[in-house]
Nanobody, 129 residues
Framework: VQLQASGGGLVQAGDSLRLSCAAS????????MAWFRQAPGKEREFVAA????????YADSLKGGRFTISRDNARNTIYLQMNSLKLEDTAVYYC???????????????????????WGQGTQVTVSS
């Protein structure tokens, strides 16, 4: 399985960006995928996850609705729509994939990076004032 992330760039505060992550070498659609990010000098943190049936989970700090994760199973691609970007959103954004279907009662585990086997190369998002 290979993950290819794209869509990052340099934007101004308040702008929007849409990240994409295309998965190849994957069969079926029972996998879960997620976005994580890592800012300079900080640990990698969970952003959002989406399951095979499009259940979504967001980091508590992002539940205000600025970010939206979605997926296109026909294209094996997930997206992260980021609106009203802030300086603190500056980070390298990574997509990740968990192949095995996760049961409903364990979906909160999708916030942990350890749940994911495959990772993309990262795409840089820089927000300037």
């Amino acid at each position: 399985v290979q993950l290819q992330a794209s869509g990052g760039g340099l934007v101004q505060a308040g702008d929007s960006l849409r990240l994409s992550c295309a998965a190849s070498g994957i069969t079926g659609s029972s996998y879960s995928m997620a976005w994580f990010r890592q800012a300079p000098g900080k640990e990698r943190e969970f952003v959002a996850a989406i399951t095979w049936d499009k259940y979504t989970n967001y980091a508590d700090s992002l539940k205000g609705g600025r970010f939206t994760i979605s997926r296109d199973n026909a294209r094996n691609t997930i997206y992260l729509q980021m609106n009203s970007l802030k300086l603190e959103d500056t980070a390298v954004y990574y997509c990740a994939c968990r192949i095995n279907r996760i049961i409903t009662s364990q979906r909160m585990r999708l916030r942990a990076s350890s749940e994911y086997t495959y990772w993309g190369q990262g795409t840089q998002v820089t927000v300037s004032s």
